[in-house]
Every structure is written in structure tokens, then in C-alpha cells.
């Protein structure tokens, strides 16, 4: 099938490679043109595991071509994701400021059926605005006469990619949504998805807008549901860990998304809880459950800084050795990340910071100031005073602690990931704090 993919951001190019992958044509459209120049150069934006192969494949073999012109790709493409950006406005609402521009423009360029699919996450009800934004920009709309106007239809196909495993979340997904207000829109999307064998929940489009909403900020109740039990655990003596262990075997549980922390953050979770919240406000609900996730999301990090700085005492020209930056493994992405406010809340106090992360340094330094970035995980605990482990990337757990231990100054360890084994650290000297009643001091 020929498909455009609107918006060559992180989604757009998963998607587009992926498609590509199953067998479709693909052209990813983008409307910034540096980007695309980059992208027809084979270069990638991104660090996401195993994209830069398929796209480099396909685009050679021309399966997948990129553009600037949503008016080019929408003439050839039957079908049209649309995956653009959809920034948080001051309160907290989605800004759909692009997914107008692209309905518009695909319906000024329209000469035959269309199928757009909403792919960026948009609160309920965007797919009723894309449908009339797309009918008054119909080149035969402007009299009143709308006798052969062109047919088109809009559905909501919600990704659920993370940052990290896209690809493989993409092909081996627990479920893919479709929300169609027609059949033809239904059997379009079933054809495409053919090739992946997985269980497909057909709704209508606002249906389907909701289960990315719910989806998205259950998983987010999760995490903040976990990081409070963890706070009454470090009151009461108990492990986070092993509780959420205990839980975990509870089928209807599960014990995903209960690792206690610093908090989420990334580019969709903080976004689409502020959101969801907004959209109920909207819509004359208060979403009170939300807005205490969101609440404990932020005191998680806070007082991860307030243990520190009660453990350092002094923190002015203290060093401080950062390991992990992104705001979780396997991504060079800076988004929302908990390490930026770590970061800055122990400068303000005079602490010298030096930090590695395998992926993340080149975006973190357009982000923050004053900090060294150091070549490896040694490096950074070169004479610190204390080091805190902040994403929980694989390569951390391979170190020779005992070297770290003699690098540093003083042998204090805050993970705010619960990643290393406070055990083994303890015996080689370290005082240890981790979350939720993970110590040995
Ligand atoms: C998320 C959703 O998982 C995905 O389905 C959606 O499409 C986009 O948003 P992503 O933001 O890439 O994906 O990352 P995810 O793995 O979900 O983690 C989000 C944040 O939660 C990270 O900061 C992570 O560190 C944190 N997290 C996750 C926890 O603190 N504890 C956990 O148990 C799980």
C-alpha cells in the first residue's frame, strides 16, 4: 500500500521504517527541510536501536523516500498518518496547531479517497476537528454544493512505542487499536497491519483516542502508586523492591512499571497525564487521581535531592559524579528528564557535576550548564564526593566498583534507580542509599 507519514519526528520514523518493513511504500514527510536533507543522506536524527538499519534498507531499495511536500505524498498515498507534534500549551493542553495544518493541507491536495489516521497521541475528539477541517478545505467545498467532493475518512491508530524498543514494539506489539467510523477506513488499516499477528481491538475513533489516554497515564498512576508505597517503606523499614515483587505475581497486577524512582519523565508521560487531566477539566470532570500522580511525580524527585543534600551536609564545591543522564536507558533522549532537575537543584547549592552517559551527553549539554561531561563512568567518579546513579543503563552494572571506590573521595552512593546491588557496594566500603528503604547506612 502506499502510505505517507507526516512528521519525521520519533514516531513518524518508526512508523514509516516499520511500515516499510511489512512491505508498504512509505514517504515520510517532514517540513523541516534540513531534516529531510539529513534523512536523504541516510543520516538519523535519533538514537533508537535498530532504526538507523531499516531505514538505511529501505531507503536504499527506495521502499521508503522522504519529502518536504505534504501535497506531493498526499497525491500518491492512499493512506496518511499523520504524526506530527503536540506540544503542551501553559496549561497543560495538547497544542494541535500542526494536526490543523496537515488536515488542511492534505484536503487542499485531495483528488481522490483518503484514509487519515491520527498517530500522534490527541485528546478525544481531535478526529471530529480533522474530519470538519478537512471538509471545509476540500477543493470542491468552497460552494455549497458539495456533490463530488471527494471521500475521505479519518480513524485513530494510538501508538504504543517506547523509547528504546520501538521497533520491536512496533512488530510484536500486545495490541494494536483501530478507531474507524466506516469500514472501508477499517479494512484499509486491517490490510496494513496484516503482516503482524496480534490481537486488533476495533473501536470507534474517540474510543480509540480514549484507550491511548488511559493507557499512557494508568502506566504513569503505576509508577507514582510505587514511588508512595516506597515512601512509607524507607518510614517503616520495609523493601520497595521486594513489595513490588510481592505484588507483582498477582496476575492481575503485574509487576511492570513498578520499579520505585526518581520519577518518570520523557517526551509522552509527563505530557499526556497534564493532558488527560486537562481534557476531563474540559469536559467538567476533575481527574483528582491524576493530579496527585502527577503531584508525587514531582516530590519523588525532590526528595531524592533532599537525601542527598541531608547525607552530604555541604554541598557548595562538593563534586558530584552523575551516571546516566536520559530519562531512561537505550535513548539519547533529554526529555523531561528527572537528572535535569537533580542537576540544577544541586548546583544551586555550589555542587560540581560530573556526569557520563553512554547516549545522552551531546543533548544534555544543549540542556544544561556548568557540567563536565566526562569520556566513561571512571572519568566521572574521578575525586567525587558522592555519585548518583540516575538511569539505569546496562553498561553500570558491569563496573569494577572497587576501582570506582578508589577513584572517588568519599564512597557514597544514591541510585535513584535501585539498580545496584547494595550489598555487594556495601562491601566494598560504600554507603549506599537507594529508594524506598534501599540502604545499608
Ligand atoms: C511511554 C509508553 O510506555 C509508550 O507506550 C508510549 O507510547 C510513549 O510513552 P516511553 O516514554 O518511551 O514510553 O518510556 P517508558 O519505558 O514508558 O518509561 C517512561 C518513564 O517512566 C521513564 O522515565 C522511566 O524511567 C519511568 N519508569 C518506567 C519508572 O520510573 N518506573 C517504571 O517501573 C517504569
Known amino acids: ?58 531507503r536504499k531499495n527506495s521502499r521508503l523516500t522522504f519529502s518536504t511536500s505534504i501535497a506531493e505524498a498526499a497525491k500518491k498515498a492512499s493512506v496518511i498518518f499523520i504524526a506530527v507534534g503536540t506540544p503542551s500549551k501553559k496549561n497543560g493542553e495538547a497544542d494541535l496547531v500542526y494536526i490543523e495544518n496537515v488536515a488542511r493541507e492534505v484536503a487542499r491536495n485531495m483528488d481522490s479517497y ?16 480533522i474530519a470538519r477541517t478537512v471538509r471545509l478545505n476540500l477543493p470542491s ?25 520501538a521497533i520491536s514494539d512496533f512488530m510484536q506489539p500486545d495490541r494494536i ?4 467510523e466506516s469500514k472501508r477506513a477499517e479494512r484499509l488499516l486491517r490490510e496494513i497491519y496484516k503482516p503482524i499477528k496480534t490481537k486488533i481491538v476495533v473501536t470507534n475513533v ?10 499512557n497515564s494508568f502506566l504513569a498512576t503505576k509508577i507514582s502508586f510505587i514511588n508512595s508505597v516506597a515512601q512509607i517503606c524507607e518510614r517503616v523499614g520495609a523493601d520497595v523492591g521486594k513489595v513490588a515483587e510481592g ?47 502527577r503531584q508525587v511525580n514531582e516530590e519523588q524527585k525532590q526528595s531524592f535531592i533532599r537525601l542527598i543534600e541531608d547525607k552530604l551536609w555541604i554541598l557548595k564545591d562538593k563534586t558530584v559524579a552523575v551516571w546516566g ?39 544534555a549539554a544543549k540542556m544544561l550548564r556548568n557540567v563536565k561531561f566526562c569520556p566513561d563512568p571512571y572519568a566521572a567518579a574521578r575525586g567525587a564526593d558522592c555519585l548518583l546513579l540516575l538511569t539505569e543503563w546496562t553498561e553500570f552494572s558491569g563496573l569494577d566498583m572497587a576501582k ?32 524506598g528503604g534501599r540502604r545499608n547506612a
Open 141 to 165: 467545498s468552497s460552494g455549497k454544493d458539495k456533490k463530488g467532493a471527494v471521500e475521505f475518512d479519518v480513524a485513530s491508530n494510538p501508538e504504543f512505542l517506547r523509547e528504546g524498543s
Open 206 to 215: 474517540a474510543t480509540a483516542e480514549m484507550i491511548k489516554h488511559a493507557s
Open 404 to 435: 570506582v571506590r578508589e577513584l572517588m573521595r568519599q564512597a557514597v552512593i544514591f541510585d535513584g534507580r535501585n539498580f545496584l546491588d547494595e550489598k555487594s557496594v556495601g562491601d566494598l566500603g560504600f554507603e549506599y542509599y537507594g529508594i
Open 177 to 180: 487499536v483501530i478507531g474507524v
Open 325 to 363: 543522564l536520559a530519562f531512561k536507558p537505550d535513548t539519547d533522549d533529554m526529555r523531561r528528564a528527572a537528572s535535569l532537575d537533580v542537576i540544577e537543584a544541586l548546583q544551586a547549592e555550589g555542587a560540581l557535576i560530573q556526569a557520563y552517559d553512554p547516549q545522552a551527553m551531546d543533548n
Open 114 to 129: 483518503k484514509l487519515l489516521v491520527e498517530k500522534s497521541t490527541v485528546p478525544a475528539q481531535t478526529g471530529d476537528r
Open 247 to 293: 505484588m507483582g505475581y498477582d496476575r492481575r497486577i503485574g509487576r511492570s512499571f513498578l520499579n520505585a524512582g526518581i520519577g518518570y519523565g520523557g517526551s509522552c508521560f509527563p505530557k499526556d497525564v497534564d493532558a488527560f487531566i486537562r481534557l476531563a477539566e474540559k469536559n467538567g470532570y476533575d481527574f483528582s487521581i491524576l493530579k496527585s500522580v
Open 1 to 58: 500500500m502506499d502510505i505517507a507519514i507526516v512528521g519525521s519526528g520519533y514516531v513518524g520514523l518508526v512508523t514509516g521504517a516499520c511500515l516499510a518493513h511489512i512491505g508498504h511504500t512509505v514517504v515520510c514527510v517532514d517540513n523541516n527541510a534540513e531534516k529531510i536533507r539529513q534523512l536523504k543522506a541516510g543520516h538519523v536524527p535519533i538514537y533508537e536501536p535498530g532504526l538507523e538499519e531499516l531505514l538505511e534498507k529501505y
